[in-house]
C-alpha cells in the first residue's frame, strides 16, 4: 500500500480573528519594550541597579528636603524654605541626568543591532522612522520622568507646607508647572539627542556611553578654556557648544535667577539664544541617527 | 498553454526579472518566478542568493532592478503588509537577555496581536512551553530556531517565510516543524522555506525553486528537478568483502559507467543512483558477496546546482 508523504498534523494552531492595532499598535509596543528595557523591569536583578540607583541619587535630596520642610515648621530656617528650591533641584538632577542618558541612550538602540533583531523589527508593521521615533519617546519618557518626579515631589512639598493650606498652596504653586515643563524639555534637548546619535552610531553600549560622556565633558571643558581665556576672535560663541552649561543657565534664567557665573554670562550671551543653540545641535543629532537608520533599516 | 515552472497559477509573491548587486558582486541577476499559497522551497548552495531573494521579498533590502510584489503590494513600501507577513531570518534575530516568552509576547505584541494566550499556544506548538522562562541566551541552536518561529507564527501570518529554518534543529525538532509548515501550506497560507540541504527541502514542500549564483537553475516539483538531474554521475561507495567480484559484476549492469576497486570495496561512478540501489543486492546476492556500506559520495547540492548552471 502506498500513503502521500509529508501527513499533516493537527498540532493546534489556530488563526488569530483579534484586533489589530497597525503602525500605531507597534510604535508603543517598541515605546514600552524601551521604558521597561532601561528601567531594567522584566530583567534581570543586576540590570535594574544603574538605573535605580541613580533615580535614588535623583530622588534622595527632594525626599530628604520636603520631609525636613513638613517636620520643621514654617520660618524657622530658611535652609528648608522650598519655595525656590526648583531651580537648584534641576541643576543637580541635571548632572544626574547626564549620567543616566549615558546609559538609557545605548541601552534603548544597541542591542536591537548587536542581537539582529533589527530584521526582526523590519519585518513588522513599522517604518525605520516609526521604530526611532518609538525609541526616542522612551528615552523622553526615561529621562523626562527621571527629572520631573523629584520636582513632583517639591511640588508636593510646597503646597503641603504653604501657610494658606494644601489647596491654596497648589494655586500659589502652579506658576512653576510650566517653568518646570519647560526647564525638563530644555535638559531632555541637552542630552538626549546627543546620547540616541551616538548609540546610533557605536556598537557597544559601554563604549557609547562613555563616548558620549566625554563628548559632553568634553564640549564643556573645551568652551570652558575658549570664553574664559578670550583665546579666539569670537570665541565667545563656543559657549553654545557646552549643554551641560547652557541647560543650567537656561535653568536659572526660567526660573528667574540670574547666574553671573555661568559660561553664557562670561560669554555675554542671553540663555534663550542658548536654548535655541540647544535645539539646533539636537534637531542635528536627530537627523544623524534618523540617516543611520534609514541605511540600517 | 503550460506555465513555465517557476510560475504559479494564483501568485501572492512575484519576482519579476529582479537584480540585486552589492558593490561590483551580484547577488541575484534578473530572477523571475512566483510563489503562490503552499509551501515551496528555496534551494541553492551557501552564496546563491537565497537569502538576499528572501530580504527583497520581506522588503528588508531594496532591489537593484526589477520589481517585486507580495499580496499585490511593494514590500519595500507597504508597512501595512507586514501585518499580513512574517519573516524568520537566517541570522540569530532573538535577545539573549530575556526570555523565551517575554520574546514572543514582544513579537506578538508588535504585530498587535492581542490574543493573550496566543503566544502560550504557539510556544506549545514548537515545543518550547517547558524552556519558555529560561533567558534566551543560553539556548541551543536548535531552540533558537523554534523560538524564532514561535515569535513569526505567533502573528498569524498569510506569508511565512523562512531562511534556513532548520538549521541546528534535531531529527525530532525537524519534523515537528516541518509538520508545522506543512499544515501552514494546506490552510492556504504561502509559505517559502529556504534550504541548502536537498533532504530538508525535499521533505518541506513539493514544489522547489532552486537558484545558483543568483540565477534561477531549476523549479517544479521535487520529483521534477530530480529526473532532470540524471545526467550527473554520482560516485557511490559500496563496501563490500569482495570488491573485485561485485566490481566485475557491476561494472557488467548498465547502471555503472566506471568503478575503482580497493581493498574493503569499490567507487561506483552512476548516471543512475536509483537503478544502481536497486541492483547493487541482488547482484551481489547472485555472487555471494556482503555488502556492509552504500554511501553516495557526491551528492553535495552545490555540486549537483553548479552541474546545472554550467550544463546549460
Not at chain 1, 48 to 62: E, G
Not at chain 2, 200 to 207: F, G, I, Q
Request: charge should be neutral.
Amino acid at each position: 500500500m502506498t500513503t502521500d508523504r509529508g501527513a499533516v498534523y493537527d498540532l493546534g494552531y489556530e488563526p488569530y480573528h483579534g484586533e489589530r492595532r497597525g503602525r500605531k499598535g507597534a510604535r508603543l509596543t517598541i515605546w514600552a519594550d524601551g521604558n521597561r528595557r532601561v528601567l531594567g523591569l522584566r530583567r534581570k536583578a543586576r540590570r535594574k541597579v544603574m538605573p535605580w540607583l541613580l533615580i535614588a541619587i535623583a530622588l534622595l535630596p527632594a525626599i530628604v528636603s520636603v520631609g525636613i520642610a513638613f517636620i520643621v515648621p514654617a520660618g524657622v530656617s530658611n535652609e528648608f524654605n522650598l519655595a525656590d528650591a526648583n531651580a537648584s533641584f534641576f541643576q543637580l538632577g541635571g548632572t544626574i541626568v547626564m549620567l543616566f542618558t549615558a546609559l538609557a541612550a545605548p541601552e534603548l538602540l544597541i542591542p536591537d543591532r548587536r542581537y539582529g533583531v533589527l530584521s526582526m523589527l523590519s519585518s513588522r508593521p513599522l517604518t525605520s522612522s516609526d521604530y526611532l521615533a518609538a525609541r526616542f519617546a522612551s528615552n523622553i519618557t526615561v529621562v523626562g520622568g527621571f527629572l520631573l518626579i523629584p520636582q513632583i515631589l517639591l511640588f508636593i512639598g510646597q503646597a503641603g507646607t504653604d501657610p494658606d493650606g494644601l489647596v491654596q498652596g497648589i494655586i500659589n504653586s502652579a506658576p512653576t508647572i510650566p517653568r518646570i515643563l519647560a526647564v525638563t524639555a530644555i535638559y531632555i534637548t541637552a542630552f538626549v539627542p546627543l546620547g540616541f546619535m551616538i548609540s546610533s552610531l557605536v556598537q557597544r553600549k559601554s563604549i557609547a556611553a562613555s563616548v558620549f560622556l566625554a563628548v559632553i565633558i568634553g564640549l564643556t571643558a573645551f568652551a570652558e578654556a575658549i570664553v574664559r581665556n578670550s583665546v579666539l576672535p569670537g570665541g565667545r560663541w563656543m559657549a553654545l557648544l557646552a549643554p551641560i552649561n547652557t541647560a543650567d543657565a537656561a535653568n536659572n534664567w526660567v526660573f528667574g535667577s540670574i547666574n553671573n557665573d555661568s559660561l553664557l554670562a562670561a560669554a555675554d550671551i542671553h540663555p534663550a539664544l542658548g536654548i535655541a543653540a540647544l535645539v539646533v545641535i539636537g534637531s542635528a543629532a536627530v537627523m544623524v541617527s534618523v540617516w543611520q537608520y534609514r541605511r540600517l533599516m | 498553454m503550460t506555465l513555465d515552472p517557476a510560475f504559479v497559477p494564483d501568485p501572492t509573491i512575484e519576482v519579476v526579472t529582479v537584480s540585486k548587486w552589492f558593490g561590483q558582486k551580484v547577488a541575484v541577476s534578473g530572477l523571475s518566478c512566483s510563489f503562490g499559497p503552499g509551501v515551496t522551497g528555496l534551494l541553492g548552495p551557501n552564496g546563491a542568493g537565497k537569502t538576499t531573494l528572501l530580504r527583497m521579498i520581506s522588503g528588508l533590502t531594496s532591489v537593484s532592478n526589477g520589481k517585486i510584489t507580495v499580496l499585490g503590494k511593494n514590500p519595500r513600501t507597504d508597512t501595512g503588509l507586514f501585518s499580513s507577513m512574517a519573516l524568520v531570518p537566517d541570522e540569530d534575530a532573538v535577545y539573549g537577555d530575556i526570555t523565551g516568552r517575554q520574546f514572543v509576547r514582544y513579537s506578538a505584541a508588535l504585530s498587535n496581536v492581542e490574543e493573550r494566550d496566543k503566544p502560550e499556544e504557539v510556544l506549545s506548538i514548537v515545543a518550547m512551553g517547558d524552556a519558555a522562562d529560561r533567558s534566551i541566551g543560553g539556548y541551543s541552536k536548535g531552540m533558537r530556531q523554534r523560538i524564532k518561529v514561535a515569535a513569526a507564527i505567533v502573528t498569524d501570518p498569510d506569508v511565512l517565510i523562512l531562511d534556513e529554518p532548520l538549521n541546528g534543529t534535531d531529527p525530532i525538532q525537524r519534523a515537528h516543524l516541518i509538520a508545522l509548515f506543512e499544515g501552514f501550506g494546506e490552510e492556504g497560507r504561502t509559505v517559502i522555506v529556504s534550504s541548502h540541504v536537498l533532504e530538508e527541502v525535499e521533505r518541506v514542500s513539493k514544489r522547489v525553486i532552486a537558484i545558483v549564483d543568483g540565477r534561477l537553475a531549476a523549479a517544479g516539483s521535487v520529483e521534477a528537478i530530480r529526473a532532470s538531474m540524471h545526467d550527473i554521475p554520482y560516485v557511490v561507495r559500496i563496501s563490500t568483502d569482495a570488491p573485485r567480484k561485485l566490481g566485475a559484476a557491476l561494472f557488467a549492469s548498465s547502471a555503472a559507467v566506471s568503478i575503482t576497486s580497493t581493498n574493503d570495496g569499490i567507487s561506483v561512478s552512476t548516471k543512475d543512483i536509483t537503478t544502481l540501489g536497486k541492483d547493487t543486492p541482488r547482484i551481489a546476492s547472485d555472487i555471494g558477496a556482503r555488502i556492509t556500506g552504500f554511501r553516495p559520495q557526491d551528492q553535495s547540492l552545490e555540486s549537483v546546482f553548479r552541474y546545472l548552471v554550467e550544463g546549460r
